[in-house]
């Protein structure tokens, strides 16, 4: 017989706990910071905990460790927010439509909503933050290369 595996139950947020925790897009660098390097920002090339904040731009670092010339990072690196234009605030708009919707959302229904230029910029959102809620543990079905 199979054991049953207890998961810690997590809270859903309503729409206004969501707008009450995240109310700009501040709140949204800080909270994605705080729960990516707990410790401090952490450079993505080498692993160093000691990258110094750029005085001149927020929400940016510079690691000496592994160039000597310092290589910038910012609180997106490495993620599905790298190389957007869209704000970070809007992502998580996003990310909780997909969350808490009993039956799913299309991609078609993120543009409507949101009123994107495309639905092109919709599709990839979506696409991107469904490759980063896949289980690492569990292969990618046949044909399917994953995210980047």
Not at 22 to 30: L, N, Q, T, V
Not at 58 to 77: A, I, M, P
Request: hydrophobic content about 30%; glycine content about 8%.
């Amino acid at each position: 017989m199979a054991k049953k595996i207890k998961h810690p139950r997590i809270h859903q947020l309503t729409l206004k706990e969501f707008e009450g925790q995240f109310p700009d897009e501040a709140a949204c660098c800080e909270y994605l910071i705080a729960n990516r390097w707990p410790e401090g920002p952490r450079c993505p090339r080498c692993g160093h905990l000691g990258a110094s904040e750029v005085s001149t731009m927020e929400y940016k670092w510079v690691c000496y460790q592994c160039d000597t010339n310092g290589y910038r990072f910012s609180h997106l690196v490495g993620t599905i927010f790298e190389n957007t234009n869209k704000p970070l605030r809007q992502w998580f708009q996003v990310i909780h439509m997909m969350l808490v919707a009993k039956k799913g959302v299309s991609a078609l229904q993120i543009y409507r909503t949101f009123g994107f230029g495309s639905y092109r910029t919709a599709w990839h959102m979506c696409h991107r933050i469904r490759g980063g809620l896949q289980d690492e543990k569990i292969p990618a079905p046949y044909g399917h290369r994953g995210s980047r």
